[in-house]
């Protein structure tokens, strides 16, 4: 299943060579033309199909390659690994985890001290990332240093499968489900009517870095943004509405911390979901960033929307997503794309 291969793929911020070269071997025979720019976003075009036009309609649709994780900071005399972290991750979800540290994958487990010697107030207290460290089985620097190097980038060791419902958990589904999805896409019908740049960026967890340059140099007329987006639809104190519910379609963002979606994208994803019955849902406006906050202001402005797979236990080293949203996402991907033509403005 290409979202496992994806999902179990190492890729972080700044590191994405292995899932590009995964998803370019996908992809090298479903477009018309690929090129890798400077920063490494992987730029695909799928020609349109009309050969009327100067200069047909541009869509871009990005899905960021990049995914969080930790980097090897210091190597202790003692032999343990000393890290950062890569993005947005919760110091909670990260005591005694596998993970695998550098590029040969050498495995590790970040460690912890053991309940019988937490005094009383420790047990309460959150552990904090510069009280870690990754023990990879060795004990002394010099014999780390045989596997290990800093600047090393620390991936979750987490396995894909299958559980009860529909339901999947991995790691990094935010936000190779949106990679995943766009591969999906461009596997689709022969040609949509205008021409269609799937990129695939890289470094948006550390602040929508690779969005912004594919946007300068894709010249987009209409942008989406595919995600993995936060879904926290579990039992709560309060009686509040969550973020996105699993099974309950694509999540239409409206607004979230980067960017205000453009109404006519959303109106036009809402319109073509309804009249085709496929099940959407609106993400609670104001919550995360995504590409599209960078892609939006690109040049002298592209309309721009996110749609996204909702995902339990965002940035943490395993999520949950629900396969029906998935193809959800694709599906009504595919027939917008068909129906976009209406918002053009008349010749
Ligand atoms: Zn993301």
């Given at each position: 299943m290409l979202l496992q291969s994806l999902s179990e793929a190492c890729g972080l911020s700044g590191?994405?060579?292995?899932?590009?070269?995964?998803?370019?071997?996908?992809?090298?025979?479903?477009?018309?033309?690929?090129?890798?720019?400077?920063?490494?976003?992987?730029?695909?075009?799928?020609r349109c199909s009309s050969t009327g036009a100067a200069r047909p309609r541009r869509v871009m649709i990005a899905a960021h390659m990049d995914e969080v994780g930790l980097m090897v900071t210091h190597i202790e005399k003692s032999g343990h690994l000393r890290f950062s972290k890569v993005g947005g991750l919760d110091d909670r979800t990260l005591l005694s985890k596998v993970v695998l540290v550098g590029n040969d994958r050498v495995p590790g487990v970040i460690g912890a001290k053991p309940i019988h010697l937490l005094k009383e107030k420790e047990r309460h207290q959150v552990v904090e990332t510069d009280q870690m460290y990754i023990d990879i089985g060795t004990s002394s620097k010099e014999e780390t240093e045989r596997a290990v190097k800093r600047g090393d980038y620390v991936a979750f060791a987490t396995r894909f499968s299958r559980l009860e419902g529909g339901l999947?958990?991995?790691?990094?589904?935010?936000?190779?489900?949106?990679?995943?999805?766009?591969?999906e896409l461009l596997r689709g019908r022969g040609s949509y009517p205008s021409d269609l740049y799937g990129v695939f960026t890289v470094q948006e967890e550390i602040g929508l870095r690779g969005a912004r340059v594919a946007a300068y140099a894709v010249e987009p007329d209409y942008a989406f943004a595919f995600e993995g987006t936060v879904c926290d639809d579990l039992p709560k104190k309060k009686d509040l509405s969550p973020t996105t519910i699993l099974g309950g379609g694509a999540a239409i963002t409206l607004a979230d911390r980067s960017f205000f979606a453009d109404k006519r994208l959303v109106k036009l994803l809402v319109e073509t979901a309804e009249k085709n019955g496929v099940p959407y849902q609106f993400k609670q406006p104001m919550v995360g960033a995504t590409d599209a906050g960078r892609i939006h202001l690109a040049r002298e402005g592209v309309p721009s929307v996110a749609v996204a797979v909702p995902c339990r236990y965002i940035h943490s080293p395993v999520n949950i997503l629900s396969l029906s949203d998935f193809e959800n996402l694709v599906r009504l991907m595919s027939l917008a794309l068909v129906a976009l033509p209406t918002l053009w403005p008349s010749p």
């Open positions: 590191n994405e060579a292995e899932v590009r070269n995964l998803i370019l071997k996908e992809v090298q025979g479903l477009v018309d033309e690929h090129r890798i720019d400077s920063l490494g976003n992987l730029i695909t075009l799928k999947v958990k991995g790691k990094a589904f935010d936000d190779r489900a949106g990679c995943a999805a766009l591969i």
